[in-house]
């Protein structure tokens, strides 16, 4: 899940802080470094051979034989990138406190091993999760109603904070706060503050809103059926009705305006219920076929009840990503480490033709026809093989 995007709003004084919680102190990536690995090789290869099988398998999901979790259990991989849960001691890179935990699935045939926010996670076991519901792309599910399964709570219509359901009260705070963002901005108007300068890390966001078909394979709904704008536009119908006009000016750079680069957001009122799991993986594989600029760096959501930590992980890893910086590999390896001591599972590292820097390797996991790109059986390897000079971390 994106963390909260709503710039203003008397619940919640964080709204504008979009950042996730990384390392600052090479103190505490020193600690992570040298901590002593709990699990032996040899069941950190049995994880690892376990992942990739079911990461390959490419059965479809059928409700009236299995649950959805017997069937994650199975077929492919339930990722999240939050590293810590609601309620557990220890640090997270997900918001909190939250109602619900946010993952994602992706297996070999359906969706291509999907690129991640971060380069680095955990994979669940879903034999100890609930799935609440699920979501074809990212749907900002840490600002929705009903554990982040229901509408946005900001949704003019269906919100429980949107404009028809608030009341009078409310709504004239909510345009006091404005003001008083406007003042803070040196701005007389809402023409006078770049959107970007409210919420820039969503400068690249596309969005689209409305009750989306459960499946579009199913109908005969287009991409400009389903309204996709910048994520100021969809920001700026959010707040509308309670101010007569625009939160801000829309300075969103103009491919994405022409729906050319960035990723896809869900603004949206529908959520998929586990039993139309694959009807969501179909409605994942149809926008990616109609809008691939948009969905190359997109992936499901997967909506899951508050977990406790450490039964519910299977492994810690991290993605060795050498199109990045040898300290950036670096990070995300000591934080999978960090990760993996707590909970006493193994470390794996993800090696991927499309994360290296070869010129000759598969730019994405998805082709030009809309087939999954194959990947090589092997997804995961252990920690301990990962190539030393590629990833060992400079401790100064």
């Not at 203003?8 to 020193?30: D, V």
């Not at 609930?130 to 003019?156: E, M, Y």
């Not at 959501?301 to 199109?323: G, H, Y």
């Not at 090589?376 to 301990?384: E, H, L, Q, S, Y």
Request: net charge negative; aromatic share 8%; with cysteine.
């Amino acid at each position: 899940a994106r963390a909260t995007l709503r710039p203003a709003l008397p619940t919640n004084p964080h709204l504008l802080t979009m950042g996730r919680r990384w390392w600052s102190s090479r103190a505490a990536l020193a600690a992570a470094w040298g901590c002593a690995r709990a699990t032996s090789e040899a069941s950190c290869a049995d994880v690892a051979a376990s992942l990739n099988a079911a990461f390959m398998n490419p059965a479809r999901y059928d409700p009236a034989v299995s649950s959805i979790e017997e069937y994650m259990a199975e077929t492919g991989l339930l990722v999240t990138m939050c590293t810590g849960f609601p309620g557990a001691t220890n640090s997270t890179t997900c918001d909190s406190p939250m109602d619900h935990v946010s993952a994602s699935w992706m297996s070999n045939a359906l969706t291509g091993f999907r690129v991640l926010p971060t380069p680095y996670g955990t994979a669940l076991d879903p034999t100890h999760v609930t799935v609440r519901c699920a979501f074809p792309v990212d749907a900002s599910s840490d600002s929705r109603d009903g554990a982040g399964c229901g509408p946005h709570s900001l949704d003019p219509v269906y919100g429980s904070q949107g404009y028809d359901n608030a009341s009078l009260a409310q709504r004239a705070v909510v345009r006091v706060q404005v003001a008083a963002l406007y003042a803070q901005h040196d701005a007389s108007t809402w023409s006078d503050l770049a959107c970007s300068e409210l919420v820039p890390t969503v400068e690249y966001l596309s969005a689209f809103g409305g009750p989306m078909p459960l499946s579009l394979n199913a109908t005969n709904a287009t991409t400009d059926d389903l309204g996709i704008r910048s994520y100021y536009d969809q920001l700026n119908a959010l707040y509308e009705p309670f101010l007569g006009h625009p939160m801000c000016k829309n300075d969103a750079p103009v491919c994405v305006r022409l729906h050319a680069c960035g990723a896809l957001d869900y603004l949206g009122p529908t959520s998929w219920p586990p039993d139309a799991f694959d009807a969501m993986i179909d409605t994942q594989r149809a926008l990616h076929r109609r809008m691939p600029a948009l969905l190359e760096s997109s992936w499901n959501e997967i909506i899951l009840d508050v977990v406790e930590q450490t039964p519910s992980i299977q492994a810690a890893f991290w993605l060795n990503d050498t199109r990045t910086s040898k300290a950036a590999r670096a990070l995300a390896r000591a934080k999978a480490r960090n990760v993996a001591d707590r909970a006493d599972v193994p470390v794996l590292v993800a090696e991927l033709p499309w994360l290296r820097d070869d010129p000759d390797a598969a730019a994405s996991p998805w082709n030009d026809d809309d087939d999954v790109e194959a990947v090589p059986g092997v997804v995961f390897v252990c920690d301990a093989a990962a190539s030393p000079e590629e990833t060992s971390p400079t401790m100064e």
